[in-house]
T-cell receptor, first 112, second 115 residues
Framework: TQLLEQSPQFLSIQEGENLTVYCNSSSVFSSLQWYRQEPGEGPVLLVTVVTGGEVKKLKRLTFQFGDARKDSSLHITAAQPGDTGLYLC????????????WGLGTSLAVNP | DAGVIQSPRHEVTEMGQEVTLRCKPISGHNSLFWYRQTMMRGLELLIYFNNNVPIDDSGMPEDRFSAKMPNASFSTLKIQPSEPRDSAVYFC?????????????FGEGSRLTVL
């Protein structure tokens, strides 16, 4: 069974701090998506990374796909309370069964 | 443009009762997914429709669960009879593409509590 492990599970920081969350697997993915989910809402896509080593930036958020396409990281610079939420990664399996494999998420709280 | 619309937002029912959750996908999207989210297991894919046809229902937990998509603008997920372990948030998501792995647009979810 393919697994996507996200770490840390919970993170509570002060406004203005930097942070990095991780999404790791032993499996290779053809692409990987990052979503943010706010309380009481559905996940919203932030970015999709496709190429090994790819780096994408979305304002203060930087996403990187590992060279071997087995892992990914999300770095947030100068976190703000509006960044609070559950960050989920989802990998598209590279084999014939091209389903999305979901991590359990990192719950981030940014305190003012 | 309207997003994915789900109803009801909250449902509290007693064990053994029938539960029907409803979803209206984004117009023009070819794919529709039903997911279940719990703290312990995260997001689990229950069933995937493409062009109103069920493609993969391997995630449906058991015969108590059924899903239909009678047309491109409506889908239902039914649980009969419901059990306490079915308590979760159920999400409907649609996607413009015809694959499992395109961008998903989620509804706000239906929070189900079975007593």
């Amino acid at each position: 069974t393919q697994l996507l492990e996200q770490s840390p599970q919970f993170l509570s920081i002060q406004e203005g701090e930097n942070l990095t969350v991780y999404c790791n697997s032993s499996s290779v993915f053809s692409s990987l998506q990052w979503y943010r989910q706010e309380p009481g809402e559905g996940p919203v896509l932030l970015v999709t990374v496709v190429t090994g080593g790819e780096v994408k930036k979305l304002k203060r958020l930087t996403f990187q796909f590992g060279d071997a396409r087995k892992d990914s990281s999300l770095h947030i610079t100068a976190a703000q309370p509006g960044d609070t939420g559950l960050y989920l990664c989802a990998g598209a399996s590279a084999g014939n069964n091209r389903k999305l494999i979901w991590g359990l998420g990192t719950s981030l709280a940014v305190n003012p | 443009d309207a997003g994915v619309i789900q109803s009801p937002r909250h449902e509290v029912t007693e064990m053994g009762q029938e539960v029907t959750l409803r979803c209206k996908p984004i117009s023009g999207h070819n794919s529709l997914f039903w997911y279940r989210q719990t703290m312990m297991r995260g997001l689990e894919l229950l069933i995937y429709f493409n062009n109103n046809v069920p493609i993969d229902d391997s995630g449906m937990p058991e015969d108590r669960f059924s899903a239909k998509m009678p047309n491109a603008s409506f889908s239902t997920l039914k649980i009969q009879p419901s059990e306490p372990r079915d308590s979760a948030v159920y999400f409907c998501a649609s996607s413009p593409g015809g694959t499992y792995t395109g961008e998903l647009f989620f509804g706000e979810g239906s929070r189900l509590t079975v007593l």
